[in-house]
């Protein structure tokens, strides 16, 4: 399994065990308040394919933290496979945190998966495969143009 290195623009760099505690953290922070765990990719194709993989905790109404994971592959083929290998990052870093999170009282988090496609364009033909996908593994899945964790947050560190 490779290990993810996770950027926080404040902290810099960090592996997961220690995202999670600064997730756990944030949240205790003010524990009153909701919280939502956001989890999306975003890649650019140049030379190579910049994929970025962001995860959000947001605190619903007042604010977020965010952590990027950033990966360059060399043979992105077409649309589907870029949608598809967005989408297994996703699910790769999710399945890491619950890891960690499951050692915690924070285990049940509310999590939600953002896909860049939408209605508009050509990933519209990929909705409900990927959809599908997300949900089948037990996440809750948002697409354009409410995928913020994906088109706002993975996108502005793919350039």
């Not at 037990?138 to 995928?147: L, R, W």
């Given at each position: 399994m490779i290990t993810m290195i996770f950027v926080n623009p404040t902290r810099g760099r960090m592996s997961i065990k220690e995202v999670v505690r600064d997730i756990i953290a944030f949240m205790e922070e003010v524990p009153s308040a909701s919280y939502k765990?956001?989890?999306?990719?975003?890649?650019?194709?140049r030379d190579n394919s910049c994929f970025v993989t962001a995860v959000i905790v947001?605190?619903?109404?007042?604010?977020?933290?965010?952590y990027y994971y950033r990966k360059?592959?060399?043979?992105?083929?077409?649309?589907?496979?870029?949608?598809?290998?967005?989408?297994?990052m996703s699910l790769?870093?999710?399945?890491?945190?619950?890891?960690?999170?499951?050692?915690?009282?924070?285990?049940?988090?509310d999590v939600e998966i953002h896909v860049d496609i939408g209605q508009n364009g050509d990933t519209k033909e990929l909705i409900r495969e990927v959809v599908g996908w997300v949900m089948g593994v037990?996440?809750?899945?948002?697409?354009?143009?409410?995928?913020c964790g994906a088109t706002k947050v993975a996108d502005r560190h793919t350039k």
């Open positions: 765990l956001i989890i999306g990719t975003d890649s650019q194709s947001h605190r619903v109404g007042k604010g977020a933290r965010y360059y592959v060399s043979s992105v083929k077409n649309l589907r496979h870029k949608i598809f290998t967005e989408t297994s790769d870093a999710v399945t890491r945190l619950k890891e960690e999170l499951a050692k915690t009282r924070y285990k049940d988090m037990g996440y809750k899945v948002k697409i354009k143009p409410n995928a």
